[in-house]
Structure formats: structure tokens, C-alpha cells
């Protein structure tokens, strides 16, 4: 007569697949959750550090599940590898932010003027601890930017601040950045500044950003200025935020007639 083993039953893959589940909804409900306004980003934060967790832990249940499997036949395949694909989705953040890390400066605040960064009033005064306070660069920040960012200057166009100014604002609530505060550009204003509220793609971090934009003998001078609320490091997202626009800025101008300026016949 033939004698036939049941296999045993892995409950560390079980597990595995149970948490990673966990792990990758808790993700989208914080994303969501902060990108909507229903929590502030210290709690989304501190909830990214709970997926964080719990991915690596589904991780580690999926890998004693699978030494099981090998080792003595048990049944864990199917929920291992379940827990494995939810654990590494909900870590996929973490490892693009890892990616940048190293990719870019540690730096908070960009500029196209680092002699004379665009002011941000409103944020400045608003800006509170834990959140990254709005100074002047330091020699050091100075240095990490020009060598990351060389082409990161301001930008100049052949047209009037006046058209230049609307465009700005246009630009910036097509992105849907809130507007802080907005001034018209009036004969004689030399130069006006914006501010707006900037967020990040998936989490709706916020970054608080300052135009400039300077009359220039009928031309125009279009400064910016992004500096992230909270973390040590940008992982580039200011550069980009500050290259994006003035590249959308340049093109939406192109597509406009130059006021004051007569087609010929």
C-alpha cells in the first residue's frame, strides 16, 4: 500500500500576501487621502513609514515562505509570490526616492537667481517647524546647485512684462497651483513677484514658488524660485518643477501675438 504525505501549509506566505496587500492599499488611501485634504503631510509621512514597514516585512514572510517550498514541499508558491509582487509595488516609491537620492543634490531650495532668489513673503512668514525655513543659500547649497543645475538661469523673452505676467498666472493655475498672491504688472512696477503653492505629481507634497517677472527695456526676465516644506532633500523635484514651467511659459508666449506689434501685409 502507498503511503502519500500531505503538504504542509505555509502560513508565513500567508501572511506575506495578507500584509503586502495591506501594504500597497494603505499606500493609495495615503496618497489619496493627502492629495484630497484629509490628512496633513506629517501624517502622511509618518503613514509612508508604516507601508515602508510592512512591505518589508511581507517581503521577509515571502522569502521564509519560499525557503519552505524548497526546502520541505510546503505549500507557499502561489501566496509568496502574491505577497512579493504587493510588497515590491508598495515599495516602489521608495525606491525611485532612493534612485534620486543619489542621482541629485541635497538641496531643498532652487533658483535661477542665486544672487538675488525671488522673495517669498507669504511662505516665509507662514512657515513653521518641522517644515525647512526660507533663507538665503548658503556657499555650500550655491555650489551643489550650479554644479547639478548649470543651465538652471533665468529666462528672457521678447515680449512685454505686461503680456509676460498673465501668462505666468495662466501657466500656473493650468498646473493647478494656488495662487498666494498674484499683483498686476502696471507701467512703471519695474518688477512684480508671485507666489504660489506647488505639489508634487503622486503625493501632492507641497513646494512654495516665486516668479519674478522684471521689465527689461521691452523685453521681459522671468525668475523662479521652489523650495520643498519638509525633508532634507528635493530628490530634484524643484529643478524640474522650475524647468517644466519656464519650458510650458516659453511655449505658451510663442503661441500668443506680441502685443503692440502689427502684422505686416
Known amino acids: 500500500m502507498a503511503a502519500y504525505l500531505e503538504r504542509r501549509f505555509s502560513r508565513s506566505a500567508l501572511w506575506s500576501r495578507r500584509i503586502g496587500y495591506f501594504a500597497l492599499v494603505l499606500l493609495v488611501i495615503d496618497a489619496l487621502a493627502h492629495r484630497y485634504g484629509f490628512i496633513d503631510t506629517l501624517a502622511a509621512l509618518g503613514v509612508l513609514a508604516v507601508v515602508f514597514a510592512l512591505a518589508l516585512i511581507a517581503l521577509a514572510l515571502a522569502t521564509i515562505g519560499f525557503t519552505r517550498l524548497w526546502r520541505r514541499g510546503d505549500k507557499a508558491g502561489r501566496n509568496a509570490t502574491a505577497g512579493t509582487v504587493m510588497a515590491l509595488l508598495a515599495l516602489t516609491p521608495f525606491v525611485a526616492g532612493g534612485v534620486a537620492y543619489f542621482l541629485y543634490p541635497q538641496v531643498t531650495d532652487v533658483s535661477t537667481d542665486l544672487a538675488d532668489p525671488p522673495r517669498l513673503a507669504l511662505a516665509e512668514a507662514a512657515r513653521r517647524p518641522p517644515m525647512n525655513p526660507i533663507r538665503p543659500p548658503s556657499p555650500d547649497e550655491i555650489d551643489k546647485q550650479k554644479q547639478a543645475y548649470p543651465e538652471m538661469t533665468g529666462r528672457l523673452f521678447e515680449a512685454p512684462a505686461e503680456q509676460v505676467a498673465p501668462a505666468v498666472l495662466a501657466e500656473a493655475i493650468d498646473r493647478g497651483w494656488t495662487v498666494r498672491s498674484a499683483p498686476e504688472f502696471t507701467d512703471g512696477a519695474g518688477a512684480v513677484t508671485m507666489e504660489f503653492t506647488a505639489y508634487t505629481l503622486v503625493f501632492a507634497f507641497p513646494a512654495d514658488v516665486a516668479v519674478r517677472v522684471t521689465d527689461e527695456a521691452g523685453a521681459t526676465i522671468v525668475d523662479m524660485r521652489s523650495v ?38
Open 228 to 265: 520643498s516644506r519638509y525633508g532634507r532633500h528635493d530628490f530634484g523635484d524643484n529643478a524640474r518643477r522650475i524647468a517644466d514651467f519656464l519650458t510650458a511659459l516659453d511655449a505658451r508666449l510663442r503661441a500668443e501675438p506680441i502685443k503692440g506689434l502689427q502684422a505686416e501685409p
